[in-house]
Structure formats: C-alpha cells, structure tokens
Nanobody
C-alpha cells in the first residue's frame, strides 16, 4: 500500500506562485513499485483532469497544455516527495489538486486526499 499526503495549497493572487508537495509513505516494497507519479486537479462541476506526471527516475515529464511553461513537476526520491511548482497562476487554475501514483505490475492507482488551490483575480 502507498499513502499520499498533499500540502502547500492555499489562496494566492493571480500572477502569484505556490508549491505543492506530495509526501509518499508505505513499506519499502510498495514505494519501490511506483512507476509514475503526478498531479491531477478537479474544479467544481468539472471532471478531474491531468496536470503533470513524472516517471519514477524523474527522466520524463508530461504537462497539460494549459499549464505548460507555468508549472514544473519534480521529485526528490531521497525524501519520497513529489512537488508541483506553480507560477503565473490564473483564476482558472483554482481547483482541488490531487497527488497520484501508479504502481507496477498491477497498475494500481493511488490518490491523496487533495489540497485546495484558490487563485483570486
């Protein structure tokens, strides 16, 4: 089992920045089975959407078109933590942000509890 705990959300003005953190815990085998991690977000009345992903070794990242050039995903495997640096925030970035992990070989998905990000215009 893998547990994910997000932090770093809050209220920020448009144009500002926030950094989200996702702390990963679980037994060593479970953590080593993680193949990819990322961030999703869900605004009220909308479907959950992918924001960014990163592979276990950090070599490959992907981003939604709406956040390219503004958001950066990274990970510190020594700290078992994944980060999402969000710059030039816009009102439309307001959402609950969820940390996500995918483990192999069964391709199990794990989710954090979510952290609210509110951008005021």
């Amino acid at each position: 089992q893998v547990q994910l705990v997000e932090s770093g959300g809050g209220l920020v003005q448009a144009g500002g920045s926030l950094r989200l953190s996702c702390a990963v815990s679980g037994n060593g085998f479970a953590i080593r089975s993680i193949r990819s991690m990322g961030w999703y977000r869900q605004a009220p009345g909308k479907e959950r959407e992918l924001v960014a992903t990163i592979t276990s070794d950090g070599s490959t990242t992907t981003y939604a078109d709406s956040v390219k050039g503004r958001f950066t995903i990274s990970r510190d495997n020594a700290k078992n933590t994944v980060y999402l640096q969000m710059n030039s925030l816009k009102a439309e970035d307001t959402s609950v942000y969820y940390c996500w992990a995918l483990t192999a070989p069964r391709l199990n998905n794990y989710w954090g509890q979510g952290t609210q990000v509110t951008v005021s215009s």
